[in-house]
């Protein structure tokens, strides 16, 4: 099974950034993403709802602002709730990873020359060393 988009879109609203009671960070933001409706017509906009854990929140909250670009790399996840009048509803959002800068420097303007340009919250626990060809199962 494959859970994977990649997304690249401007920010519709400043990151705030909250925390959980056992004190994780969490944002939720959403992006304008372009895209043709049909051929050769107009471009249509899609407003995607993103969700952020612990340093990947910390990340967008310090460096990114509204109307920013920003690609992101992550896994698209659904969620019961219930609205106002009691109905059962499905949330769509996606997880974010994985995210970058992207655009021109006018866009990245609140990141310094000397940091990083983008974050990633895959660790180095994430692979395993091999010490040779027989351990391959190939």
Do not use: H
């Not at 939720?28 to 017509?41: C, K, L, P, Q, T």
Request: aromatic share 10%; net charge negative.
């Amino acid at each position: 099974m494959l859970n994977t988009v990649i997304l690249m879109g401007r920010i519709t609203a400043a990151p705030e950034l909250k925390k959980t009671q056992s004190g994780i960070s969490l944002v939720n933001f959403s992006i304008a993403v372009d895209r043709a409706y049909r051929s050769g017509s107009e471009r249509q906009t899609d407003f995607i709802n993103i969700v952020a854990w612990r340093q990947t929140a910390d990340f967008i909250c310090n460096y990114f602002k509204k109307g920013q670009m920003i690609a992101i790399e992550g896994s698209i996840q659904t969620r019961p709730y219930e609205d106002k009048n009691g109905n059962k509803r499905t949330a769509f959002e996606v997880v974010a990873n994985n995210v970058s800068f992207c655009g021109d420097k006018r866009d990245s303007a609140t990141a310094d020359a000397g940091e990083v340009a983008s974050f990633s919250n895959a660790g180095a626990d994430d692979f395993t060393e091999f010490s040779g060809d027989d351990d391959l199962p190939f």
